[in-house]
């Protein structure tokens, strides 16, 4: 009595599902103690709530893989299987063939190799008959399910445990085993199953009159594993006319391309697609279509039951519930079956194709093009199922409310309210705006109206032109350029499409295109083998034709699939041409391709560095590669040095070269540290003297000296910029790389040092500067595209950052008198060039200027520093004096667009509490009391006048309050 009293009806359903997976499904003994208890509670909503759960749950367990495998997973589904026997057969009630078609669910467990979940289920519901009156032998529907399982007993080969399901069975129900005939349902099913596969039964009729070259046919059966026989059940609600019209109509919308017809006039391709169609449908529709319809059929059982609670007229209510529940279950299937579908679709064409040795009549490209025809067709084949099978079960779920509507305008004639639904929803209806307010008589024409265009909403859009995408919009790929730039400039090839609303095509129209395109390229190359990319023309043909073949793929029917083309193609192409021409046009082109889909980028990765094939190892096309950042040299330093471990010769002897192209020609573009795997596996065999003469030279020079010219040599002020700029990219590059280390660093420090960059002030203050401007530069730009994590975004400003405490740590006095003296000064002076290059950007860009990249590098100075605050103790408050001093120049009054960061790092956690304490005598308290009178004197104009105090003060304000609170 007091729980009914607490157990309200819209508390049912939570309760429904605790009881039976929380209890039910994991506590057999109190099965019994639970049906008391919800007979005391005799609520017959309360009794419906559970078995629809009890439903729920036994379907996800009987289609879960994992029930397979799991015995755990078992044990919950025979659990299940007795507590629904409890609740249905042994209280005389019947489980309906539309909730469980127990025949059909062991034949499927048969027909797929899941009879170790179907048996004991079946078993564990059909023991509670044994408490039945109706459902005892020789109940016909009882002893139907125990004749096909005696059947599977004697004839499918169970294991011990699956017979001993069966044996306990019959035992419960006080019956013998051998008194059981057995049907002839599986014996029958092989006869079956050869009829199933009549579509290959007329394939191989149609090869015989057509006079080719027939493969000799072993058993349809065993030979094709088909499930054709499954597609007939599974699509039954498709077409009135049944299967038979099903299968013509995918024959009569079956797509063959243009160019595949001489192919298709002699092999019977129409009939192997739709073949190929039928069975991907059959594999995807029951789990996808069955979780679109129960998705659909729950939101809009809710919606419609809260909108239509004083609704009188049931047909309205079944006319918006039908076209809710068709539009979402056919968009779900829809948005959910693509992929599935499409590698189903090109699996079995392949396996078909192979099995009646046409593999090699029809290319891979071939087989992508007709499955990107085909997918709409099965598409929209699997979304009507979905629309037709949504309409019972949104009827059965709302049966009784469609029955109390007839029965109350009979009786009363009174207006409707459906008070269980009416009692839950009453407290928010007032709080609801008038449009959406329920009334009574049922709803407005307005309100009406939404239900209607709602089911419109699937056949606004044609499929055809308009299918379902879920790749992102393409986007820029940020590659960190620095100093080294773009490969063949910034602007060598801009891509702005010419026609934007260029209609999307479909693939064999774009590769038709694109191998003329092809055609047309490889001719213009052949006539100008020598030029480069740089000295053509803006408006040349080669820079059109690569523009046109970077928008065919970006206006195909489907980029990701259409670009993959192209790029495996252009890959082809670069390691089969040898002009430099030709180099540099392909990789331009894969790059951008890989910028067009991102899924091309990943599978170019693969192909470029993982793939097993010896022809890749040219050394000019893979140098290529690694300038456009198109090979990440990690990845192929690893893979290399995997591949010289296995014994590749061609592999010793490529690295070797590759390693003294990238770092000991001119130009550089990667150092040492950028193969240091390949650099061990080579050294190590070296060792094991089974080196060639090719490595053993490459180690000798990588030991000498660095060939780069000292500073001194370097004439012009441009040059000496480009170098300086070098050995900057060359420390963010070193900064990166995970195997660094102090002594990796200390090792470049002494390098710089030999070179004369930190000897002279003038080449060392130019030098702290290109440092500033490069790092705050590439901050900016990646910024701006938005495609990077915070750390990569400020890698150079940090990379930057530990190059000055660094440098401070291991600056010593060249005249040998005051090493810690001279340690203040040298940070004192890059510090000043900071604050330079601060200044002009603030003055230049006024309104523009981003106080973010030098607050990250302030910041991160003071993180460094108290990294290296034992190594640095003799000097560490000066240090944080002259950063003192430096926040002082930078005050608000003079840089207002810093004074946020400003605010943020005088009172950093690593600045001021380590300056007001670090001395005894409080040196570090005059230094800060000037940075707060600083700030006060800022403030004090907007704290005077009220107009002046705006958000941004109002913001500052609160800051300062946080910082002297």
Same mark, same amino acid.
């Given at each position: 009595?007091?729980?009914?009293?607490?157990? +309200?009806?819209? !508390?049912?359903?939570?309760?429904?599902?605790?009881?039976?997976?929380? %209890?039910?499904s994991?506590?057999?003994?109190?099965h019994?103690?639970?049906?008391?208890?919800?007979?005391?509670?005799?609520?017959?909503?309360?009794?419906? !709530?559970?078995?629809?759960?009890?439903?729920?749950?036994?379907?996800?367990? &009987?289609?879960?893989? +994992?029930?397979?495998?799991?015995a755990?997973?078992?044990?919950?589904?025979?659990?299940?299987?007795?507590?629904?026997g409890?609740?249905?057969?042994?209280?005389?009630?019947p489980?309906?063939?539309?909730?469980?078609?127990?025949?059909?669910l062991l034949?499927?467990?048969?027909d797929?190799?899941?009879?170790?979940?179907?048996?004991?289920?079946v078993?564990?519901?059909?023991e509670?008959?044994?408490?039945?009156?109706?459902?005892?032998?020789?109940n016909?529907?009882?002893?139907a399910?125990?004749?096909?399982?005696?059947?599977? $007993?004697?004839?499918?080969?169970?294991?011990?445990?699956?017979?001993?399901?069966?044996?306990v069975?019959?035992?419960?129900?006080?019956?013998?085993?051998q008194?059981?005939?057995?049907?002839?349902?599986?014996?029958?099913?092989?006869?079956?199953?050869?009829?199933a596969?009549?579509?290959?039964?007329?394939?191989?009729?149609?090869?015989?009159?057509?006079?080719?070259?027939?493969?000799?046919?072993?058993?349809?059966?065993?030979?094709?594993?088909?499930?054709?026989s499954?597609?007939?059940?599974?699509?039954?609600?498709?077409?009135?006319?049944?299967?038979?019209?099903?299968t013509?109509?995918?024959?009569?919308?079956?797509?063959?391309?243009?160019?595949?017809?001489?192919?298709?006039?002699?092999?019977?391709?129409?009939k192997?697609v739709?073949?190929?169609?039928?069975?991907a449908?059959?594999?995807t529709?029951?789990?996808?279509i069955?979780?679109?319809?129960?998705?659909?059929?729950?939101?809009?059982?809710e919606?419609?039951?809260? =909108?239509?609670?004083?609704?009188?007229?049931?047909?309205?209510?079944?006319?918006?519930?039908?076209?809710?529940?068709?539009?979402?279950?056919?968009?779900?299937?829809?948005?959910?079956?693509?992929?599935?579908?499409?590698?189903?679709?090109?699996?079995?064409?392949?396996?078909?194709?192979?099995?009646?040795?046409?593999?090699?009549?029809?290319?891979?490209?071939a087989?992508?093009?007709?499955v990107?025809e085909?997918?709409?067709?099965?598409?929209?084949?699997?979304?009507?199922?979905?629309?037709e099978?949504?309409?019972?079960?949104?009827?059965?779920?709302?049966?009784?409310?469609?029955?109390?509507?007839?029965? !109350?305008?009979?009786?009363?004639?009174?207006?409707?309210y459906d008070?269980?639904?009416y009692?839950?929803?009453?407290? $928010?209806?007032?709080? #609801?705006?008038?449009?959406?307010?329920?009334?009574?008589n049922?709803?407005?024409e307005?309100?009406?109206?939404?239900?209607q @265009?709602?089911?419109?909403?699937?056949?606004?859009? %044609?499929?055809?032109?308009?299918?379902?995408? @879920?790749r992102?919009?393409?986007?820029?790929?940020?590659r960190?350029?620095?100093?080294?730039?773009?490969?063949?400039?910034?602007?060598?090839?801009?891509?702005?499409?010419?026609?934007?609303?260029?209609?999307?095509?479909?693939?064999?129209q774009?590769?038709?295109?694109?191998?003329q395109?092809?055609?047309?390229?490889?001719?213009?190359?052949?006539?100008?083998?020598?030029?480069?990319?740089a000295? #053509?023309?803006?408006? !040349?043909?080669?820079?059109?034709?690569?523009?046109?073949?970077?928008?065919?793929?970006?206006?195909?029917?489907?980029?990701?699939?259409?670009a993959?083309?192209?790029?495996?193609?252009?890959?082809?192409?670069?390691?089969?041409?040898?002009?430099?021409?030709?180099?540099?046009?392909?990789?331009?082109?894969?790059e951008?391709?890989?910028?067009?889909?991102?899924?091309?980028?990943?599978?170019?990765?693969?192909w470029?560095i993982?793939?097993? =094939? @010896?022809?890749?190892?040219?050394?000019?096309?893979?140098?290529?590669?690694?300038?456009?950042?198109?090979?990440?040299?990690?990845?192929q330093?690893?893979?290399l040095?995997?591949?010289i471990?296995?014994?590749r010769?061609?592999?010793?002897?490529?690295?070797?070269?590759?390693?003294?192209?990238?770092?000991l020609?001119?130009?550089?573009?990667?150092?040492?540290? @950028?193969?240091?795997?390949?650099?061990?596996?080579?050294? %190590?065999?070296?060792? %094991?003297? +089974?080196a060639?003469?090719?490595?053993?030279?490459?180690?000798?020079d990588?030991?000498?000296?660095?060939?780069?010219?000292?500073i001194?040599?370097? /004439?012009?002020?441009?040059?000496?910029?480009?170098? &300086?700029s070098?050995?900057f990219?060359?420390?963010?590059?070193?900064?990166?790389?995970?195997?660094s280390?102090?002594?990796?660093?200390?090792s470049?420090?002494m390098?710089?040092?030999?070179?004369?960059?930190? +000897?002279?002030?003038?080449?060392?203050?130019?030098?702290?500067?290109?440092?500033?401007?490069?790092?705050?530069?590439?901050?900016?730009?990646?910024?701006?595209?938005?495609?990077?994590?915070?750390?990569?975004?400020?890698?150079?400003?940090?990379?930057?950052?530990?190059?000055?405490?660094?440098?401070?740590?291991?600056?010593?006095?060249?005249e040998?008198?005051?090493?810690?003296l001279?340690?203040?000064?040298?940070?004192?002076?890059?510090?000043?060039?900071?604050?330079?290059?601060?200044?002009?950007?603030?003055?230049?860009?006024?309104?523009?200027?981003?106080?973010?990249?030098?607050?990250?590098?302030?910041?991160?100075l003071?993180?460094?520093?108290?990294?290296?605050?034992?190594?640095?103790?003799?000097?560490?408050?000066?240090?944080?004096?002259?950063?003192?001093?430096?926040?002082?120049?930078?005050?608000?009054?003079?840089?207002?667009?810093?004074?946020f960061?400003?605010?943020?790092?005088?009172s950093?956690?690593?600045?001021?509490?380590?300056?007001?304490?670090?001395? /005894?005598?409080?040196?570090?308290w005059?230094?800060?009391?000037?940075?707060?009178?600083?700030?006060?004197?800022?403030?004090?104009?907007?704290?005077?006048?009220?107009?002046?105090?705006?958000?941004?003060?109002?913001?500052?304000?609160?800051?300062?309050l946080r910082?002297?609170?």
């Amino acid at each position: 009595s007091e729980m009914k009293q607490i157990l +309200k009806g819209q !508390h049912y359903r939570w309760f429904a599902n605790y009881l039976v997976v929380k %209890r039910a499904s994991i506590e057999p003994n109190y099965h019994q103690l639970y049906l008391q208890f919800l007979d005391q509670l005799d609520s017959q909503l309360l009794m419906k !709530h559970v078995l629809h759960e009890t439903f729920a749950n036994v379907n996800v367990l &009987l289609n879960s893989n +994992k029930t397979v495998q799991s015995a755990s997973e078992r044990t919950l589904l025979k659990n299940l299987g007795s507590w629904l026997g409890g609740m249905t057969l042994a209280r005389n009630k019947p489980i309906k063939h539309k909730n469980i078609a127990f025949k059909d669910l062991l034949v499927e467990g048969y027909d797929s190799n899941r009879l170790i979940v179907a048996i004991p289920f079946v078993c564990k519901v059909l023991e509670q008959a044994s408490k039945s009156k109706v459902f005892k032998p020789p109940n016909p529907w009882l002893m139907a399910i125990l004749r096909l399982l005696v059947e599977l $007993y004697q004839f499918a080969g169970l294991k011990l445990n699956l017979t001993f399901e069966i044996e306990v069975l019959c035992k419960s129900l006080s019956i013998e085993l051998q008194d059981i005939e057995p049907t002839n349902i599986l014996k029958d099913k092989k006869p079956l199953k050869d009829s199933a596969n009549q579509q290959t039964d007329r394939l191989a009729q149609d090869m015989e009159r057509m006079n080719i070259n027939t493969p000799t046919f072993v058993s349809p059966g065993a030979k094709i594993a088909s499930q054709t026989s499954h597609i007939q059940p599974a699509l039954g609600t498709l077409a009135d006319e049944g299967y038979v019209n099903l299968t013509q109509s995918i024959a009569q919308h079956v797509v063959i391309n243009s160019n595949l017809s001489i192919i298709a006039s002699q092999i019977p391709l129409r009939k192997i697609v739709q073949l190929a169609i039928e069975r991907a449908i059959c594999e995807t529709v029951t789990s996808i279509i069955d979780r679109a319809v129960m998705i659909a059929g729950i939101s809009t059982r809710e919606l419609i039951v809260k =909108d239509f609670s004083m609704e009188p007229n049931e047909e309205k209510m079944r006319s918006a519930a039908h076209s809710m529940v068709q539009t979402l279950a056919g968009s779900l299937a829809l948005v959910t079956c693509k992929d599935s579908l499409r590698q189903h679709m090109m699996a079995h064409l392949r396996s078909l194709l192979q099995q009646y040795n046409y593999s090699e009549a029809i290319s891979e490209q071939a087989i992508v093009v007709i499955v990107t025809e085909n997918l709409e067709l099965a598409s929209s084949i699997v979304k009507k199922i979905a629309r037709e099978k949504a309409v019972p079960e949104i009827d059965e779920a709302l049966a009784s409310s469609f029955s109390n509507r007839k029965k !109350h305008r009979e009786r009363t004639g009174q207006p409707f309210y459906d008070m269980a639904v009416y009692s839950a929803v009453s407290r $928010y209806v007032s709080n #609801l705006p008038e449009p959406l307010r329920t009334k009574p008589n049922g709803l407005t024409e307005q309100q009406l109206q939404i239900y209607q @265009d709602f089911g419109r909403i699937g056949n606004l859009a %044609r499929p055809s032109l308009q299918p379902y995408d @879920d790749r992102p919009p393409r986007t820029a790929i940020h590659r960190q350029e620095l100093a080294m730039g773009h490969l063949y400039g910034a602007n060598e090839l801009s891509f702005e499409p010419a026609h934007p609303q260029v209609a999307a095509m479909s693939a064999h129209q774009s590769l038709e295109k694109f191998a003329q395109y092809i055609a047309e390229l490889e001719n213009l190359i052949a006539k100008n083998p020598q030029a480069s990319l740089a000295s #053509l023309q803006q408006n !040349h043909e080669i820079r059109l034709i690569v523009n046109q073949i970077l928008l065919l793929a970006s206006t195909s029917y489907n980029r990701d699939e259409t670009a993959l083309a192209f790029s495996q193609k252009v890959v082809q192409l670069l390691y089969k041409n040898e002009s430099n021409l030709s180099r540099e046009i392909y990789v331009v082109l894969l790059e951008r391709l890989c910028e067009i889909s991102i899924k091309v980028s990943g599978e170019v990765t693969a192909w470029l560095i993982y793939a097993d =094939d @010896d022809r890749k190892f040219i050394v000019p096309v893979v140098v290529a590669l690694i300038k456009a950042r198109l090979i990440n040299t990690n990845e192929q330093d690893l893979q290399l040095a995997r591949l010289i471990e296995a014994g590749r010769t061609t592999v010793i002897d490529f690295t070797a070269k590759l390693i003294r192209e990238c770092t000991l020609k001119e130009p550089q573009i990667a150092t040492r540290a @950028d193969f240091p795997n390949s650099l061990d596996a080579l050294d %190590r065999l070296a060792r %094991r003297g +089974k080196a060639p003469e090719s490595v053993i030279k490459l180690l000798d020079d990588l030991r000498r000296p660095a060939r780069a010219p000292p500073i001194k040599e370097v /004439e012009n002020l441009g040059g000496l910029r480009e170098q &300086l700029s070098y050995y900057f990219t060359e420390w963010v590059r070193l900064y990166q790389h995970p195997a660094s280390n102090e002594k990796v660093f200390s090792s470049f420090i002494m390098q710089v040092q030999q070179q004369g960059i930190l +000897k002279g002030d003038e080449v060392s203050s130019m030098f702290f500067r290109i440092c500033t401007e490069m790092s705050v530069d590439n901050c900016l730009k990646q910024k701006i595209t938005n495609q990077s994590s915070t750390v990569t975004v400020y890698q150079a400003i940090d990379a930057f950052s530990k190059l000055i405490v660094l440098l401070v740590k291991y600056h010593s006095d060249p005249e040998g008198m005051n090493d810690n003296l001279a340690k203040s000064a040298y940070f004192n002076k890059i510090v000043s060039l900071i604050v330079l290059v601060l200044a002009q950007a603030h003055e230049q860009r006024r309104q523009q200027f981003n106080q973010k990249p030098f607050f990250r590098l302030f910041s991160s100075l003071l993180s460094d520093l108290n990294a290296y605050e034992q190594q640095l103790q003799p000097i560490y408050f000066q240090l944080l004096t002259i950063l003192s001093s430096t926040f002082t120049t930078l005050q608000p009054s003079f840089f207002p667009g810093f004074t946020f960061a400003w605010l943020s790092l005088i009172s950093h956690r690593l600045f001021m509490p380590k300056l007001l304490l670090a001395s /005894e005598n409080q040196k570090g308290w005059s230094a800060f009391h000037r940075l707060l009178i600083s700030l006060f004197r800022f403030l004090i104009p907007f704290l005077r006048n009220v107009e002046m105090f705006r958000e941004t003060t109002r913001l500052l304000y609160k800051g300062t309050l946080r910082v002297l609170l």
